[in-house]
T-cell receptor, first 112, second 113 residues
Framework: EAGVAQSPRYKIIEKRQSVAFWCNPI?????LYWYQQILGQGPKLLIQ????????DSQLPKDRFSAERLKGVDSTLKIQPAKLEDSAVYLC??????????FGPGTRLTVL | GDSVTQMEGPVTLSEEAFLTINCTYT??????LFWYVQYPGEGLQLLLK?????DKGSNKGFEATYRKETTSFHLEKGSVQVSDSAVYFC????????????FGSGTQLTVLP
């Protein structure tokens, strides 16, 4: 079974530029999560989708971050404009109705 | 709010040494508890979990027991290997409709041959 796919793996941008990350969850997983992991910290949930609806986006900085999950399958997370403090690893995870979340390898973003 | 506090690292051990990584939690409800492991260059993987008090999760020689009275979920392994070198995250999830995980800050483990 294929795991959670993410791209790109690495991205370097200047502050105030825009960037987008892509995630393809495990086939059949209805729930998709985006986490932000700042160096030296644990992952922090940004947004959770159930199929193509948003379950929780309370920690998403909506003035600059947006996410969508069209057709309830793959998802895109966008940052516009980026700030220095957005430098982090962005993790995508998916799950069924069980407790287990399956994580992708992450996208490491560096904002200069 | 919900939170997880982990033993600060990094931790460096010799091969075959005994490992303990401490984890304590604060939760508004009755949580499920998890240990995730992140090997270099890879995503997080579930290592083990426990869903109720006194449950013991185990996998790959690692164990952790859900202690409600001390709000703890310490990770242990009797004999570590070089291949266990990774970052270990303790996490909780409070029951409810959303299945969000709250993570600790992670503990870097290095095992030397």
């Amino acid at each position: 079974e294929a795991g959670v796919a993410q791209s790109p793996r690495y991205k370097i941008i200047e502050k105030r530029q825009s960037v987008a990350f892509w995630c393809n969850p495990i086939s059949g997983h209805a729930t998709l999560y985006w986490y932000q992991q700042i160096l030296g910290q644990g992952p922090k949930l940004l947004i959770q989708f159930q199929n193509n609806g948003v379950v929780d986006d309370s920690q998403l900085p909506k003035d600059r971050f947006s996410a969508e999950r069209l057709k309830g399958v793959d998802s895109t997370l966008k940052i516009q404009p980026a700030k220095l403090e957005d430098s982090a690893v962005y993790l995508c995870a998916s799950s069924t109705d069980t407790d287990t979340q399956y994580f992708g390898p992450g996208t490491r973003l560096t904002v200069l | 709010g919900d939170s997880v506090t982990q033993m600060e690292g990094p931790v460096t051990l010799s091969e075959e040494a005994f490992l303990t990584i401490n984890c304590t939690y604060t939760a508004t409800g009755y949580p499920s508890l998890f240990w995730y492991v992140q090997y270099p260059g890879e995503g997080l993987q579930l290592l083990l979990k426990a869903t109720k008090a006194d449950d013991k999760g185990s996998n790959k020689g690692f164990e952790a027991t859900y202690r409600k009275e001390t709000t703890s979920f310490h990770l242990e392994k009797g004999s570590v290997q070089v291949s266990d070198s990774a970052v270990y995250f303790c996490a909780l999830r409070v029951s409810g409709s959303a299945r969000q995980l709250t993570f600790g800050s992670g503990t870097q483990l290095t095992v030397l041959p």
